[in-house]
């Protein structure tokens, strides 16, 4: 059977090894069905944050639309697509790492072709990309990501997937752009989703949690971020689109939805004004003053979709959650939503950087420790037991010990759960780049370890005040057990649970607050509220003994919900140490990713939790799953 061709990439067919999935054309175009057609087997490799998650899903619900099939690995695939994360230095490694095992992967099939797309691929460095990445056949930018189905020559006529005509081209961009050359096609990209969404090209990797990007791109200048450069200006998506999905996915019965953005605070501000806003009234507390009248902001957008409610007058999507904030746009109407909508949850990530205001200012944060500070104290007035968690970036150029020193001492004033570090590695092309990177690495290393060891004993302590404690824990993981899970590593984060009886499973899942909790119980209570009580505390998780579910089975016949992933194994498991140099990233599965594309060095020496499809991790991933119900 032969390979359908991929003009831009002049596929080659190739004996096939694996079994390929035939295609047979819709109706309407069987005039030009090609009996012995065939589309290549994808692979999809995201490193970085839920954005670059998220994106992954629209690529691989295009891909399958367009009647590609997902390869279980690189080595079965005939297309690999890399979503990159240009965040910080080891990302761009880890990618620079594979060239070697992509060459070798062409050599044995010819018909192999690699894709590199996100943070990573921006307009002035294509020259070097393809001298650091010499595997990779086609790169594309951040907004480009939608063409990928056309540049591959998949989106002709006859192409046999589920493609809809091209939406109406959407209006000019109104807004301001930087100076970077930033291409029309990006400001197409609300409309793209909302189109992917329509006609259900969106493949989402969980029945349970759902991603919802509602703004895309960054205006802020944060000297040591590349996230400006390499997606653009803000644009938000239409209210009305954002609601429309939140929507779907309530009666797909997804139990937690995450609004997406690199700064989700500024969503609206690019919207056009409207009567119906009218009553939308704020300004900026700090950072350069805009226009905000009168237009929809993510307090509004919070209230509505809070306000989907199920027949007995529940919150339709039980959990809601937004990511990544920027202090400079976290007013007081956004603090009102979470304190007054029941499905906001008592969770706010929120990157600090520094708690020096000398280091600030040289890394453009445009907030002071001091109004830091008061917004942590009304946000915990505001939503009593809130959790907090933050990044912080250690050696940033010409960071002394005193102004490390005030970084710790910040860290003990606001007493944050989490803490994602890492030291500071330059990036290409940003404005800190021309600074001088002075703090020694071994120095940097010294500090990061003194903070992280700080934090644990800080994360510790918070967590220990849950033993004891009621509380309400999305189940979304049954841990597969490991070789050596039986000694000791296996028991520790599951403290004094014992193990599983016939019919039980280790389970994971998350509180409101964001914490990992870990109980033992059926696998069915995967993608279901249950109630917990605590019973151990760790650095990093809680363990609790199951109480009873807190809400019925997921709705028969909602889509996604007989198909719920019954094993999202974790089967990092959950409680080692985020010190640097751990590679186990063990206590991540979310939370890792938790810090977002915005400012965001993880976890330092963690491996990359981020990197969620990672071809090493492929016995735990689950199925790309679109509306439709194609699978491969
Ligand atoms: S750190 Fe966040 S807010 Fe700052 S430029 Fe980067 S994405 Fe924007």
Sequence with gaps: MAIRQLPVLDLTPRPPSTPRRAVSAPGSLGEFATDDLAMPAFHVWTLGCQMNQSDSEEMAGALLAAGCSEAPSMEAADLIVINSCAIRETAEAKIIGRQGQLARLKAANP???????????????????ARRYPAVDLFLRPDEEPELVARLGLASPTAPGLLAPPRPAPAPFAGTLPSVDIPPAADALPAVRAGAV??????????????????YGCDKTCTYCIVPFSRGPERSRPFDDVLEEARALAAAGYREVTLLGQNVNSYGHDLPPEPRFAHVSRSREIGRQIDLEGRPDIAELLRAIDGIRTADGLPAVPRLRFITSHPWDLGDRLISAMAECPSVCEHLHLPVQSGSDVVLRRMGRQYSVASYLDLVDRLRAAVPGIALSTDVIVGFCGETDEQFRETLALLERVRFDTVFAAAFSPRPGTPAARLPDDVPPGEKRRRLNELLALQERIGWERNRAWVGRET??????????????????GASHAGPLAGPGPGEARLGGRNRENRLVH????????????????????????AGTLLDTADAPRAAGASGAAD??????????ADAPRSAGASGAADAPRAAVASGAAGAPRSAGAADAGDTTDPAGAATRQPWRCRSGRRS
């Design 519 to 542: 109980l033992v119980g059926s696998p069915d209570l995967v993608g279901r509220l249950v109630r917990v009580r605590v019973v151990h505390a760790g650095p990093y998780s809680l």
């Design 472 to 489: 309400e824990v999305l189940v979304d993981a049954a841990e597969r057990g490991r070789s050596h899970d039986h000694g000791d590593e």
């Design 198 to 215: 329509e006609e259900g090209r969106v493949a989402r990797r969980s029945a349970i949690q759902a991603w919802l990007p509602i703004i």
């Design 564 to 573: 719920a992933p019954r094993a999202a194994v974790a089967s990092g498991a």
């Design 111 to 129: 018909a192999l072709r690699v894709v590199l797309t996100g943070c990573g691929v921006r307009v002035e460095n294509r020259d070097r990309l």
